[in-house]
C-alpha cells in the first residue's frame, strides 16, 4: 500500500498510519512476496548508565581500500578466540546466510556483507552458541542485537539495488548492523544514545579496522544536519512516529526503512520523491525495542 505524503501536515507519520485493520497481519516486502518473520526483541534487564556530555564522533579504523574485502582479511587475521567455540566457524556463518536467502532476502550484496561480518563478536562469551540463530539477542541496558533476517531485510529495502554513498544508522547498539552497512556503502554514520553501548561498539568494531564508519554518541531522533544529506537511513528502535529531522536529512530519492508502532509494530519504508515529498509504504510485522530521545 502507498500513499504520497506532504510533510507540512502529515509528518512526522501517526501511529494510524501502520496499524490499520487491513494491515496486522503483515504487508508485502519490496518485491511482492509475503515475509512472515518477525524480530522478536529480546529484553535484557541491566540498567543504563548516567549521562554524560556528548563527544565529537569516533572514527573506528584505519583506511582500506575495500570495505568489505578489508573486513574479511581484518576477520581471517584476527587473533583466536580465548576460548573454544564452534559457534564462530565460517562454516556456521554461511549457513545462516543460507537461512536468510531462504526467508526471502535476494540482494546479494546484503548476503555477502552478512557472510563477512562475524555476529559473534558483538555479543557476550555466554551467548556465543546462539550467534547464528535467527533471534535478537540481549546486548544490555535492555537494548538487542537484531536478529539476522531483520538486519539484512531492512538493508535490503534500503538499498533496493543501488549504491549506497552515505547512510545513516539510528542505535547503533553492539555495532554489528553497523559493520554490515560498511560492506555495502561508501559513508556509514552511526548514532547510539546510551554511552555504555557506544563504548561497546567502539570496542566491538576496532578489531576490523573499519574505515568508512563513523561512531556518534548522541539523540538519534535529531540525526547528523552536519553531515546530511543521507540517501540511506534505518532505525533500529521504534517510534509512535518518524522524527521529522530524519525525513528532513534524507536526500531526494533516498529511502529511509524504520519500525513504527507501539504494541503493534511495521517496518515503513519512506521514499524522498520531491523537496516536499514523500512516497510510504508499510511492510510487515517486527518488533524493536523503543526509541527515545535524549542520551543517557
Not at 238 to 257: D, M, S
Request: glycine share 8%; charged share 20%; proline share 8%.
Amino acid at each position: 500500500m502507498k500513499e504520497r505524503r506532504n510533510p507540512g501536515s502529515t509528518f512526522p507519520l501517526p501511529l494510524s498510519s501502520v496499524t490499520g485493520p487491513d494491515r496486522r497481519s503483515g504487508g508485502s516486502s519490496a518485491g511482492g512476496a509475503r515475509v512472515a518473520t518477525p524480530q522478536t526483541a529480546t529484553r535484557n534487564a541491566s540498567q543504563g548508565g548516567a549521562k554524560v556530555p556528548s563527544h565529537a564522533p569516533t572514527a573506528v579504523a584505519a583506511p582500506s581500500k575495500s570495505h568489505s574485502q578489508a573486513m574479511q582479511r581484518a576477520v581471517e587475521n584476527a587473533p583466536a578466540a580465548p576460548r573454544p567455540d564452534l559457534m564462530v566457524s565460517a562454516a556456521i556463518r554461511h549457513a545462516m546466510v543460507a537461512r536468510v536467502a531462504r526467508q526471502g532476502v535476494k540482494d546479494s550484496v546484503v548476503l555477502s556483507a552478512l557472510d563477512t561480518v562475524p555476529r559473534h563478536a558483538f555479543i557476550e562469551p555466554a551467548l556465543s552458541a546462539q550467534a547464528y540463530i535467527d533471534a535478537s539477542l540481549p546486548i544490555g541496558h535492555e537494548q538487542t542485537i537484531s536478529q539476522p533476517y531483520i538486519v539484512a531485510r531492512m538493508i535490503e529495502v534500503m538499498r533496493n539495488g543501488r549504491q549506497l554513498e552515505r547512510v545513516l544508522e539510528i542505535g547503533t547498539g553492539c555495532g554489528y548492523q553497523a559493520a554490515v552497512l560498511a560492506c555495502i556503502a561508501k559513508e556509514v554514520f552511526s548514532i547510539e544514545r546510551i554511552k555504555p553501548l557506544h563504548e561497546l561498539a567502539k570496542v566491538n568494531l576496532r578489531p576490523l579496522r573499519i574505515a568508512n564508519l563513523r561512531l556518534h554518541y548522541g539523540d538519534g531522533m535529531l540525526g547528523l544536519p552536519q553531515v546530511a544529506p543521507f540517501d540511506g537511513i534505518i532505525l533500529a528502535a521504534a517510534g509512535l512516529e518518524v522524527p521529522r529531522a530524519l525525513l528532513e536529512q534524507l536526500a531526494i530519492g533516498g529511502r529511509l526503512v524504520a519500525p513504527v508502532g507501539a504494541q503493534v509494530q511495521h517496518l515503513q519504508l519512506i521514499t524522498r520523491t520531491g523537496k516536499a515529498e514523500w512516497l510510504s509504504e508499510t511492510l510487515e510485522a517486527v518488533r524493536f525495542v523503543p526509541l527515545r530521545p535524549g542520551t543517557v
